[in-house]
């Protein structure tokens, strides 16, 4: 992505060559066949060249975000958003986006769960590449009112995409946005296009390390931290889980032990990495999942069905069954 270093050799060969200075004009031209454009990563601007340096250097992710902010401003953009489309299962994300939007359209997203239908997060999870807002649908009266909404809190219709996949394999996607019409936003991106490849890179690399904690390649959960990721995973509250009797310690000893083997903040956070993993497949029985014969004589059964209506029933299966005379036959 440093194309326009490249297009400015080659203008400044054209004009050394109309100027008739041949050998300057000759020994440019050497350079700009030497040179390998793609493992160049100089910045258009000396302004994009300190934001690098500020994203390398961040060491929370509050710097981070304010970083995101300034590199908006820089680049003349409205705002800015670095989003974790899909995470490798080896990371834990504490945190899932950094922008520069306002808190009211935040919440506005949030409580109206526009995650869910916001085409440029759509689209951000099947492309791999860069993709202007103004090509993504806009039909439904659903996706209209989120455009409308989103404009109203000076979020633009205008828009670019760039999504990134890092070394670890964590995809992410840096979103620009302005109120400015299509065509000038568009012309100012052309500008910064090189450097906003070059500083998204910056940004998924120091974001992954920032906001995601290391996860280890394999678990070892006990019987009883299974058990309860088990049952959070069925929708049975802590307040009950509390009364459970357990044979190696307390209840809050149990739960701090299972955030901590997941590095989780939560059970709920622990119980879905668990399912994910496929952990709660091999999760211990409980009561709950056992069912005995009651003693009682049940009222108003069904009559068994007929040797014929159970032949019929598992017709086309390889079983068999028993004849009227009591000798097996097969289906």
Request: with cysteine; proline share 3%; hydrophobic share 45%.
């Amino acid at each position: 992505m440093n194309g326009w270093v490249e297009d400015a050799l080659r203008d400044a060969i054209d004009f050394l060559a109309k100027s008739r200075r041949n050998d300057l004009a000759s020994d440019l031209n050497r350079i700009l066949k030497a040179v390998n454009f793609d493992d160049l990563e100089i910045m258009r601007s000396s302004a994009a060249d300190q934001i690098a340096g500020e994203i390398v250097e961040s060491e929370t992710i509050a710097e981070l975000t304010d970083t995101l902010k300034r590199m908006a401003r820089m680049m003349n953009f409205g705002h800015c958003t670095l989003l974790l489309v899909a995470e490798n299962s080896s990371a834990n994300f504490t945190t899932k986006v950094i922008t520069t939007y306002p808190e009211e359209w935040i919440n506005l997203y949030v409580n109206r769960r526009y995650y869910f239908v916001d085409p440029v997060v759509q689209a951000s999870k099947t492309r791999v590449q860069s993709f202007y807002w103004d090509s993504l649908p806009s039909s439904g009266t659903v996706v209209r009112s989120f455009w409308s909404e989103a404009e109203a809190h000076g979020v633009g219709s205008s828009g670019y995409t760039l999504p990134i996949t890092t070394e670890r394999g964590d995809m992410l996607a840096l979103s620009i946005s302005s109120m400015q019409g299509v065509e000038s936003f568009r012309e100012t991106l052309a500008f910064h296009e090189s450097d906003l490849f070059n500083l998204g890179v910056f940004l998924a690399e120091a974001f992954c390390r920032l906001a995601a904690e290391h996860r280890p390649a394999s678990y070892n959960p006990t019987d009883e931290q299974l058990l309860v990721l088990q049952a959070i995973s069925r929708g049975v509250e802590e307040a009950d889980l509390e009364g459970w009797a357990y044979q190696y310690g307390s209840y809050s000893t149990l739960r701090r032990s299972i955030c901590s083997l997941f590095h989780t903040k939560t059970l709920a956070q622990a119980a879905v990495l668990a399912a994910r993993i496929g952990l709660l497949d091999n999760a211990p029985l409980t009561k709950a999942d056992i069912l005995a014969a009651s003693e009682k004589v049940a009222c108003g059964l069904v009559a068994p069905s007929s040797v014929a209506s159970l032949r019929r029933l598992v017709s086309g299966r390889n079983l068999a069954m028993p004849t009227e005379t009591g000798v097996l036959m097969a289906v």
